[in-house]
């Protein structure tokens, strides 16, 4: 439900409030008779939730381990946490910031849910990949049904106990990216964009020209190649500086890959640096994609 923004006037000014978006959820279903009858001692488990279960190879892939809980309180994760090793994927962790309880409908009931832990995940092969269980111990508070001894107890005093908890395996099926990569292909999975510049078309003998590629995108674009330059016979070329600026999002690794040639004309003349070509595989569109940078003359 949207709450719209409330309005007022003062002194013939007129203040506008921010909205609320509010998310209810539905009641939980009745329980079966069985678990009507049952002791209530709580509720948590975990669960393991992926973006996708199939992805091409280098596609980024969202691993996240999610508590549920109801009818107890989780006051704390202790250190005794046991993760996969992620075989078969290169991993990318995400900040992970303090955990914050919400509601989520989940199956019919209502829990308080949290994230624990988030990973990215690029498959190196093809194939289906079984990402083994993760484990992790909290310490939870359920309340205790039996009989208080005296008027000064709590009728329902809480007890606290460990829980050991497992995230259960999940299988992620990963295809073979098409055999038909362009000879220019980068080694990028995602989408991108690229933006030249030359720092100077008119120089002096001796005088150094920078050329300036910015990749810029989301995907793998850690594990992008440079690209080379055939820059003209007559060039001294020195090694390329690379500057990545990334942030690692629930999307995939998100940024710029700046990579700035360095060259020196020890002879005069008239030259052309050609087009440089950089393909990639679209994950929308499941093709190649062949970018072509403009010639400098």
């Known amino acids: 439900f949207t709450l719209s923004p409330a309005t007022i006037k003062v002194d013939g000014k007129q203040y506008t409030s921010n909205g609320v978006r509010v998310k209810v959820l539905p ?5 079966t008779q069985s678990a009507s009858n049952a002791e209530p001692q709580g509720e948590v488990f975990l669960r ?30 202790t250190n005794n946490i046991s993760l996969p090793d992620f075989k078969g994927f290169i ?17 019919g009931k209502n829990y308080q849910t949290a994230e624990l832990y988030s990973i990215l995940l690029f498959p190196q092969n093809s194939g289906d990949i079984t990402i083994d269980p ?23 005093a809480t007890v606290t106990q460990v829980r050991q908890l497992e995230a259960p395996s999940v299988k992620i099926h990963v295809d073979p990216l098409p055999a038909n990569k362009p000879v220019s292909y980068s080694g990028g999975v995602g989408n991108f964009t690229i933006d030249t510049k030359m720092s100077n078309t008119k120089l002096q003998v001796n005088e150094a020209v920078t050329y300036t590629l910015t990749i810029k995108g989301s995907g793998n674009l850690k594990y ?39 060259a020196i004309p020890r002879a005069g003349g008239t030259y052309t640096l050609p087009t440089i070509e950089f393909s990639y595989f679209d994950v929308k569109n499941d093709v190649y994609n062949t970018l072509r940078t403009p010639k400098y003359d």
């Open 27 to 31: 009641p939980d279903q009745e329980p």
């Open 48 to 77: 393991t939730v992926v973006s996708k279960t199939k992805v091409h190879e280098q596609e980024a892939i969202l691993l996240t381990y999610k508590i549920y809980f109801a009818g107890l309180e989780v006051s704390q994760l």
């Open 91 to 107: 991993k990318q962790e995400i900040e992970q910031s303090s955990v914050q309880a919400e509601l989520e409908n989940y199956k």
């Open 134 to 156: 993760a484990r992790f111990e909290a310490v939870v508070r359920v309340q205790n049904r039996s009989r208080v001894r005296s008027i000064f107890d709590d009728f329902y």
């Open 224 to 262: 992008v190649k440079t690209p080379a330059i055939e820059w003209p016979e007559g060039f001294e070329v020195y090694d390329p500086k690379v500057t990545n600026n990334f942030d690692n999002t629930r999307s995939g690794i998100s940024g710029t890959k700046v990579i700035e040639y360095l």
